[in-house]
């Protein structure tokens, strides 16, 4: 069993904001593979399907980008999911935007969202997408990150989404430094 969780911030007012990468990606890969019926169980709304004979689970956590690793955690242990499984699709204000990178047992380069994660889990052994947003040397980096792309940006920011949703795919299938391999020296103009 695979666990993806897309880190975001819940309500109409984040949506779309470059902190909701997560949120679009998941939302995203739902509407590829025709996935509708989502649920809802410790504050997280999830779907569940098969692929290629593994189960796999998308979380969006409800809790707020802050306070994902509660909501992770809680998944981890009602459906007994190794942290070996688990892809976390986060926003990267160190990358420029139409970059991604995976990576495992990295530090959380200030992300607070990860910061809550790697507490719950007790490891930063665990895998993550990251998708740049770019920081822009913005002063203000919280109006920053719940901010919206311009339209320019949006347009990048679709094609990495579209390029992410492939990753969490082949993450199902491939060992991680096959995927690694694949994609990290990849980038989306």
């Known amino acids: ?78 459906f007994k999911i190794d942290v070996s499984d688990i892809l976390v699709v986060v926003d990267d204000l160190d990358q420029e935007i139409g970059r991604y990178k995976l990576k495992t047992n990295s530090s959380s380069g200030g992300h607070n969202g990860l910061k809550n994660i790697e507490k719950y889990l007790g490891t930063k052994n665990y895998k993550r997408l990251k998708i740049g947003i770019s920081n822009k040397n913005e002063n203000n980096i919280i109006n920053y990150v719940l901010g919206k792309f311009s339209k320019e940006e949006r347009k990048t920011i679709d094609s990495v989404i579209n390029i992410a949703t492939d990753i969490v795919l082949d993450f199902i299938t491939l060992q991680f430094d096959q995927l690694m391999s694949k994609y990290n020296s990849k980038t989306q103009n």
């Open 1 to 78: 069993m695979k666990l993806i969780v897309g880190i975001g911030n819940p309500g109409k007012e984040y949506e779309h904001t470059r902190h909701n990468i997560g949120f679009d990606t998941i939302d995203a890969l739902c509407s590829k593979l025709d996935i509708v019926n989502s649920k809802s169980k410790f504050n997280g709304i999830y779907y569940e399907f098969n692929y290629k004979g593994e189960k796999i689970i998308l979380l969006k956590p409800q809790s707020y980008v802050n306070l994902s690793g509660e909501v992770v955690r809680k998944f981890i242990d009602y």
